[in-house]
């Protein structure tokens, strides 16, 4: 393949073959003065190759998006925005971030874009810290009924600083609607907070606008968890319903760990206090008020990941992960499992494991010792703790990167029923899996995984 020839900073060219060779020899270094820690990292590559991830809240990032977490960009430290620095040397990076942002706004169709945010929890920090005082009120999805803990969780400095108040789901397990509009009128938060971790159903952002404008409050829509479905149009967008929405970028754009805010109609709407626009709110929300220096590697991947959310190709993954999502569904439902709302329209599958007597904790453990990597999640009126729960949680986002379809969803359905049917739970902590099923199911796993590589990772 020609190497192709880019340009340097100071105008001279250099060979594009520099850096990849400069990341191999990086790698070499590593393997060579650190074997402990390169053992343990292809460890980890092994792990993610050879088991069916089914972690709703993760999927795997291309090699050309690790690929710039890996640069040099991790050495620049440039506090502020492309322009507007406050260290010198940060011409290129500026570059790199103005390209980030306008990918992103074009991805969402979004006026405004930060990139720096760290994370999807510290993006909704950065948001609800700069438009709230402490002690002014929140309304957000409970913990239990698939919130996230940013949302005003007890368990978070978002509970602790606000007088966070919340919805629930109703006895679909469907966000109660009415329900969010009487908590509104009854305790006039200044910010509605909308989006979820553990809620498999379109959320309807325009009634949540509604009823935010019925009180005069702000909407906060974290989609965190759908960002792909969103951008890809498979899920209905809040940009411009919400006044402003926040993201991780590793869920369902397949970027780095970080987070995103983006900003719609309401660009220009005044902040709170009148001063100035939601934008200017949101660009001093990031920086000074809640973070420093951004880390630049990671906005390089974030502008990688955008570009790979802005195809075709992605707009079909995002297809394919809602019908495997959906197919899941069916097919567990059909072999006896409880599934939360009778199904799913994202990504994601949550099931009530009360009937099985068996903790979500159990279910995960025997499920990973075969290979297939889930996670155990609190339910509705839940009574086991977050660390035992009664309900199990999956996402099809890194199968669905496989290239896995309906035969291989029937077939994880499958393998779940086998491995949950073969498991004696002892107590809510321990319990006693028949080996020779593990090892049939396991076997089988590693089958899937060499049939279904994930693209552009290694495969044995
Ligand atoms: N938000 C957490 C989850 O949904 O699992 C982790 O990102």
Known sequence: ????????????????????????????????????????????LRRQTDTLMLVAASSVADPSVLACE?????????EGYPGARFHAGCGVVDDIERLAVDRAKTIFGARYANVQPHSGSSANLCALFALLSPGDTILGLDLDSGG???????????????????????????????GVRAAAERHHPKVLICGASAYPRVIDFARLREIADEIGAYLLADISHIAGLVAAGVHPSPIDHAHITTTSTYKQLYGPRGGLILLGKDANAPSPGGKGTLEQLMQRAVFPLAQGTPNMAAIAAKAR????????????LARLIAHDARTLA??????????????????????????????????????EECLIVTNKNRIPGDTRPARITSGLRLGTNTVAMRGMRAPEMRSCADLVRRVLDATDPLTDTDYALDPAVRGVVADTIRDHCRSFPLPGYPSR
């Open 1 to 44: 393949m020609a190497v192709p020839v880019v340009a340097d900073p100071t105008g001279d060219s250099m060979p594009g073959a520099e850096l990849s060779a400069f990341a191999h020899q990086s790698m070499e270094l590593l393997a060579r003065r650190d074997p402990e820690l390169y053992r343990l990292l292809v460890a980890d």
């Open 70 to 78: 890996g640069t040099a960009l991790m050495n620049v430290t440039g």
């Open 148 to 178: 996230h803990l940013t949302h005003g969780s007890a368990a978070s400095v978002t509970g602790r600083y606000f007088n966070s108040v919340a919805y629930e789901v109703d006895e679909q397990g469907l966000i109660d609607y009415d």
């Open 305 to 316: 990941a955008f570009a790979m959310v802005g195809t075709e190709d992605f707009r079909n």
């Open 330 to 367: 069916e097919e567990l439902a059909a072999r006896g499992f409880r599934v939360l709302t009778g199904g799913t329209d994202t990504h994601m599958v949550l099931l009530d494991l009360q009937a099985q007597g068996m903790s979500g904790l159990v279910a995960e453990r025997a499920l």
